[in-house]
């Protein structure tokens, strides 16, 4: 069965630094997904992504937050100067589009990228 | 703002014992429901998603209900196993406009099933 997948598992990094978190959505799906989960609290949308451009970001993403679709398979995140604050869990997620055009269905996530900020 | 909330926040049951998961949520305004499995450190199991017109929704053991208009949400787990034991997360999507492709999550039940 198609899965997402997400690369690292781990990541660990200085306060300050750049990380990049990647995905690979199902291959059919249009609608492309970030989360994040840090430790002990609700599981959090950052931003949502269709046609190569972002649909919808939360108060989270802010400037140090971009996406991006390099190619026709990956979906990275990268946040650029990290903080503490940004240790979490990130899960990459992704849907196929309703028949409205719009994405109307079950999101399918990824195991998820635990980043740790030292 | 929508908030979801989930109670019991633990739950521990004998195996065998069928059991339910409450879900609720603030703005009756949705367009579905997804049930979410979450075993620790790990990722989100899709389980069931229900669109806001319909009332129920059935994998295996499991059973989802929908009550839209009170804002309540149910799932039904039917003779429990200790490979049930997890984290079980429900999360909605609004109707339209400003944040509808998002999902809002509640904060979790935690299950366990003791053999």
């Known amino acids: 069965e198609p899965e997402v997948t997400q690369t690292p598992s781990h990541q660990v990094t200085q306060m300050g630094q750049e990380v990049i978190l990647r995905c690979v959505p199902i291959s059919n799906h249009l609608y492309f997904y970030w989360y994040r989960q840090i430790l002990g609290q609700k599981v959090e949308f950052l931003v949502s992504f269709y046609n190569n451009e972002i649909s919808e970001k939360s108060e989270i993403f802010d400037d140090q937050f971009s996406v991006e679709r390099p190619d026709g398979s990956n979906f990275t995140l990268k946040i650029r100067s990290t903080k503490l604050e940004d240790s979490a869990m990130y899960f990459c997620?992704?849907?196929?589009?309703?028949?409205?055009?719009?994405?109307?269905?079950?999101?399918?996530f990824g195991p998820g990228t635990r980043l740790t900020v030292l | 703002k929508q908030e979801v909330t989930q109670i019991p926040a633990a739950l521990s049951v004998p195996e065998g014992e069928n059991l339910v998961l409450n879900c609720s949520f603030t703005d009756s305004a949705i367009y579905n429901l997804q049930w979410f499995r979450q075993d620790p450190g790990k990722g989100l199991t899709s389980l069931l998603l229900i669109q806001s017109s319909q009332r129920e929704q059935t994998s295996g053991r499991l059973n989802a209900s929908l009550d839209k208009s009170s804002g309540r949400s149910t799932l039904y787990i039917a003779a429990s196993q200790p490979g049930d034991s997890a984290t079980y997360l429900c999360a909605v999507r609004p109707e339209s406009g400003a944040g509808s492709y998002q999902l809002t999550f509640g904060k979790g039940t935690k299950l366990s099933v003791i053999p």
């Open positions: 997620a992704s849907s196929e589009g309703g028949a409205s055009g719009g994405p109307r269905d079950t999101q399918y």
